[in-house]
Structure formats: C-alpha cells, structure tokens
C-alpha cells in the first residue's frame, strides 16, 4: 500500500509538471504567433534590404504594397504618387538655407524606383513596451493636452503656437540635437503639431524629430510623423508601424537616424519641414527639405477635413518622476532659451498656410511652457533671414527644478 501510494503521489507529481511545462508552452507558443503575425503586418515583402551600421535593416518594399493600405479606409484608395501644388510663400526676404542631412542609411545604399524604405521591425522592438498593442502609439502618461495643458499627466511642453484661425498647413526649420533622456520609455522631441477638435474628436497631423529608446532602442535623434483622429486613443501611430500614412518618397526612411547633428558653441543643423493641405484630394503632403516624403489621406480624418484651428511648433518631453524626482531628460540642446544661438535649441521661419494656400507669417502668437525652472521658451531676435522664431529648451532637473 505504501508503494503504491508513494507512486501514485510521484504520478500526480509528474503530470502535474507535464500540465504546467504544456501549459506554459501553449502560453509561450500563443505569445509567439501574435509576435509573428504582427511582424508580419508589419515588414512587407522587399525587392532589397539594406544594413546600415546604426543597426537598421531597411526594406525596400514596393510602393503599392506598403502597410497604409492595410487601412479599412484605404482598401479602395487611389494612390496619389505627387501633390496638385507646393504653397508659395509670400514673403520677400530670403530664407537661410537649411544644410542637408542625411539619415545614417543612406551610406549604406538606396532604394529602387517604384519602392518605399521602411526600417525592419524586430521582435525586440515588440517585447520593449508594456503592452505590444501600444507598440509605435503614445503611450498612455504622454498622450498630449486636449482643450488644456495639463502637466500632471508627465508631458513638458517649451512651444509657441497659432489659433483662433483656419489653417490649411506650415513650414518650419527645427534644429536638430540628439538630448540625453534619462530612462528608456520617457522621450525627447521638436515638431509641429497641425491640430483640430478636442478630446476623444482630437485630429492631429505631426511631424519632427525625437530621441525615444523604447521604441527606437538606441539614443540617436531619428525624424517621425504621427496622427490619430480620436485624442490617441484608439487610432495613430508613429511612422509606419500602423496603417495610415502613405510613403512616395524612395529616399527617406521615417523612423530612421539621422548622421549629424548640433554642437554647443558649434555647427548648427536644422531640418525644414512643411505640411499642406491639398485642396483637391482632401490629402494632407509631406516634404522635409526639398524631398517629397508622402502624404496623410483625407480619409483618416474628421474635423482636420475643414482645416486645422490651431498650429504649434517646439518641444516635449515625458517626465515619469524616476525616484519620486523630476526627470533629467534634455528639451533640445538642454539648455535654457536665454542662452541664445549655438547654446540653445532655436524654431525658425514659422509659416502657415491660409484660406489661399499661400505661405504667410502667422499673427497672434502664444508662448508656454509649464514649468519654466525646467524647460523655457524665448522669443528671438537673430534678423529678418530668421522670420518669426523662437529659442527653447532646458536640462529637466535642477536646483530650480527638483
């Protein structure tokens, strides 16, 4: 009897650590197919990959197979490979040429025609969130203000921006810096925001710049485009990691890192970017530089089909309070406005595009910052080359900013 009983309780014993090693197999296994599925929405079948030595592996895939047509709203769309017009600035003065920059890829090779370079997703990438369905969104303490700024949901903001008005797009020159950011999933970037609506109805078109580990893993400054239609609850994402935005351009990569960038007290780089609405489509163009990056479609939106009421430009960044303490994350060149050219980050040649769609200087401009010991923003003064510009920026915490 005590044979038997011994080997009955070894048996219970044995299948119970089957049970549990099935069990946690069929876990893993399950796991494994939605990391696997979701690769797969995500890298499409290329015609050719490149290595770049950042550690990116970029995908040449064509340009009719590309994630924005995975939409429901875009099984049917027609792709519209340039837009009917570039708006035309109004002013007589000459801008400051921006220097060209290129993304760390391009040393490596370039895309075929008739193909879009998109930067491989990896199943790390997938694993580093909390949740793999944030993948590529804002995550939950960065989602931006509404109708009001409220920093307790550990956003900063150093901006200036446009409202009571109708836009219909903006160019900007951004300079461009790789901040230090404190822990992985808190982030630092420059853009414009084109914005419309308010709460779970916010539109919002942006694009610019962005040191952000969690989702890149690494520190370099790399340039992104986001939108969502619902207050970034539901829709939007960063680059191309959801469907939506639509790439034409064979030659830059959003989501990929750029090979140079500013020195304090030395050679300073900017990137130019404009978004404009194309009246005739609805669609919503891209460029960066002189380079016709793609477009948002129209159908992706709600109250953004009437234009946008409100324009911003400048920087952000996520505070998780590390340690009960304000975060040590850089805003741009991480120093204050004050110090001027070379020491701190500048936002030059603000235009927005009217009811004409004609480049024009924007009036009745507003500063804020929300915690000026932290992060500051200072109206400039460097000459008529320059336009309306602003100096903003900081280092997080301080003796002012504990």
Same mark, same amino acid.
């Given at each position: 009897m005590m044979r038997m009983a011994s080997f009955t309780v070894a048996l219970m014993v044995i299948v119970a650590t089957i049970a549990i090693r099935? +069990? %946690?197999h069929e876990f893993s296994h399950h796991q494994e197919v $939605? =990391? @696997?599925r979701h690769l797969k929405r995500l890298n499409k079948p290329a015609v050719k990959s490149i290595k770049s030595e950042d550690g990116d592996v970029i995908d040449c895939v064509p340009i009719t197979n590309q994630p924005a047509f995975d939409h429901p709203l875009l099984k049917h769309h027609t792709m519209q490979m340039r837009p009917s017009f570039i708006p035309e600035s109004d002013s007589t003065y000459i801008n400051e040429e921006t220097k060209t920059i290129n993304q760390v890829w391009h040393k490596a090779g370039e895309c075929p025609d008739n193909t879009v370079p998109i930067r491989r997703t990896k199943k790390e990438d997938l694993l580093r969130p909390k949740s793999m369905k944030r993948f590529g969104r804002k995550p939950h303490h960065s989602i931006p203000r509404t109708t009001t700024f409220d920093p307790t949901k550990g956003h900063q903001y150093a901006i200036m921006g446009a409202r009571n008005g109708k836009f219909y797009g903006t160019e900007v020159v951004i300079n461009l810096w790789k901040p230090y950011v404190q822990v992985p999933d808190e982030f630092s970037l420059a853009q414009t925001w084109i914005v419309s609506g308010s709460g779970s109805s916010l539109n919002t078109i942006e694009a610019g710049?962005?040191?952000? #580990?969690? @989702?890149? +893993? +690494?520190?370099? #400054?790399r340039f992104f485009v986001y939108w969502t239609r619902d207050g970034y609850r539901r829709t939007g994402c960063y680059n191309l990691l959801c469907s939506g935005f639509v790439q034409t351009s064979n030659r830059y990569s959003v989501g990929g890192a750029y090979n140079i960038v500013s020195r304090y007290g030395g050679t300073q780089y900017d990137i130019s970017i404009l978004i404009w609405k194309d009246r005739k489509t609805g669609n919503w163009w891209l460029?960066? %530089?002189k380079d016709i =990056? %793609?477009?948002w479609p129209g159908k992706l939106f709600t109250s953004l089909g009437n234009g946008a009421t409100r324009v911003e430009w400048g920087g952000e960044i996520v505070n998780l309070k590390t340690g009960g303490k304000h975060t040590s994350t850089d805003m741009g060149s991480g120093h204050f406005a004050y110090e001027g050219y070379k020491k701190a980050s500048y936002v030059r040649n603000l235009k927005i595009v009217d009811g004409t769609n004609t480049l024009r200087e #924007? $009036?009745?401009l507003y500063y804020f910052a929300d915690k000026h010991n932290c992060y500051n923003v200072k109206t400039g003064n460097a000459g008529t080359s320059w336009g309306i510009h602003f100096f903003y920026g900081g280092p997080g915490r301080n003796v002012k900013c504990p």
């Amino acid at each position: 009897m005590m044979r038997m009983a011994s080997f009955t309780v070894a048996l219970m014993v044995i299948v119970a650590t089957i049970a549990i090693r099935v +069990d %946690g197999h069929e876990f893993s296994h399950h796991q494994e197919v $939605k =990391i @696997l599925r979701h690769l797969k929405r995500l890298n499409k079948p290329a015609v050719k990959s490149i290595k770049s030595e950042d550690g990116d592996v970029i995908d040449c895939v064509p340009i009719t197979n590309q994630p924005a047509f995975d939409h429901p709203l875009l099984k049917h769309h027609t792709m519209q490979m340039r837009p009917s017009f570039i708006p035309e600035s109004d002013s007589t003065y000459i801008n400051e040429e921006t220097k060209t920059i290129n993304q760390v890829w391009h040393k490596a090779g370039e895309c075929p025609d008739n193909t879009v370079p998109i930067r491989r997703t990896k199943k790390e990438d997938l694993l580093r969130p909390k949740s793999m369905k944030r993948f590529g969104r804002k995550p939950h303490h960065s989602i931006p203000r509404t109708t009001t700024f409220d920093p307790t949901k550990g956003h900063q903001y150093a901006i200036m921006g446009a409202r009571n008005g109708k836009f219909y797009g903006t160019e900007v020159v951004i300079n461009l810096w790789k901040p230090y950011v404190q822990v992985p999933d808190e982030f630092s970037l420059a853009q414009t925001w084109i914005v419309s609506g308010s709460g779970s109805s916010l539109n919002t078109i942006e694009a610019g710049w962005q040191v952000y #580990p969690e @989702l890149y +893993d +690494d520190n370099r #400054p790399r340039f992104f485009v986001y939108w969502t239609r619902d207050g970034y609850r539901r829709t939007g994402c960063y680059n191309l990691l959801c469907s939506g935005f639509v790439q034409t351009s064979n030659r830059y990569s959003v989501g990929g890192a750029y090979n140079i960038v500013s020195r304090y007290g030395g050679t300073q780089y900017d990137i130019s970017i404009l978004i404009w609405k194309d009246r005739k489509t609805g669609n919503w163009w891209l460029r960066v %530089g002189k380079d016709i =990056i %793609g477009y948002w479609p129209g159908k992706l939106f709600t109250s953004l089909g009437n234009g946008a009421t409100r324009v911003e430009w400048g920087g952000e960044i996520v505070n998780l309070k590390t340690g009960g303490k304000h975060t040590s994350t850089d805003m741009g060149s991480g120093h204050f406005a004050y110090e001027g050219y070379k020491k701190a980050s500048y936002v030059r040649n603000l235009k927005i595009v009217d009811g004409t769609n004609t480049l024009r200087e #924007p $009036k009745s401009l507003y500063y804020f910052a929300d915690k000026h010991n932290c992060y500051n923003v200072k109206t400039g003064n460097a000459g008529t080359s320059w336009g309306i510009h602003f100096f903003y920026g900081g280092p997080g915490r301080n003796v002012k900013c504990p």
